[in-house]
């Protein structure tokens, strides 16, 4: 999917959570979002999946205006936020079963792919417990598993890496984002790890008090050095909040 965003504002009040970010991305790039606590990284995630709606500007799906009540753009993405949202009383089986329903995705054949992620995220164990009896990171694991068995064209995820998984889920979760990439999927995650950003993203963008303060490609992060004044880190200690 290619995404643009033109101008995308939104305001609570006189703050600015996000303020005139203008962006275009091309379909199978991973996108790391930087920046301080409150710097709008949830925010645009949360404009971008139709959660909020932005107080100015635009967003385009492959060239489309995407609008809130537009069913059809929203089955195509899928947020997933660090703590997910889940039916306690539900089982990962069941809450697949709805992901699939509500994006139209239940066809044939389906079975045995959820089998096979449910194996690679060490979850066949907990396909019948309560979604409420799990760990935080088993949960987001059950979440991830539903959003593989959608396989939207914009993946949205919200530190992703702080989400409680384990060796195993991080390592499947690199893994299927760069598959979905290479199909032609847009994931956009944020993260607070300089590192991972640096090294597991095709452009990292740096969101500092709702504007869109740098980007790096892979080529530009690859030949910024380790360390010294050039660093990326160096460059991103710009980026700091306001004294008192």
């Not at 930087?34 to 709008?40: E, K, Q, V």
């Not at 380790?226 to 004294?243: A, C, I, K, V, Y």
């Amino acid at each position: 999917m290619q995404l643009e965003l033109r101008q995308l504002t939104k305001a609570y009040g006189p703050a600015r959570a996000l303020d005139g970010v203008s962006l275009v991305l091309p379909p199978g790039r991973i996108v790391a979002v930087i920046g301080l606590n409150g710097a709008g990284k949830t925010t645009l995630l949360r404009c971008l999946a139709g959660i909020v709606a932005p107080t100015r500007g635009e967003m385009l799906f492959d060239g489309e205006v995407f609008l809130r009540r537009r069913l059809d753009l929203r089955r195509r993405l899928m947020f997933l936020p660090d703590f997910p949202v889940l039916f306690p009383h539900m089982s990962a089986l069941q809450h697949i079963a709805l992901m699939l329903r509500v994006y139209e995705r239940d066809t044939t054949g389906v079975d045995d792919a959820i089998l096979t992620t449910f194996g690679e995220l060490d979850l066949l164990p907990f396909t019948e417990a309560p979604l409420g009896e799990l760990s935080r990171g088993q949960a987001y694991k059950a979440a991830f598993a539903g959003l593989l068995a959608v396989q939207p064209e914009l993946w949205l995820l919200d530190e992703p890496f702080a989400s409680g998984l384990d060796p195993q889920g991080l390592a499947v979760l690199k893994q299927h984002t760069r598959v979905a990439a290479a199909a032609g999927a847009t994931i956009i995650y944020s993260t607070q790890i300089l590192e991972i950003a640096e090294k597991f993203s095709d452009l990292l963008c740096v969101i500092d008090r709702g504007k869109l303060a740098a980007t790096y490609t892979r080529e530009q992060l690859a030949a910024l050095p380790p360390s010294g004044p050039d660093s990326l880190e160096m460059r991103l200690r710009q980026f700091r909040e306001p004294t008192a």
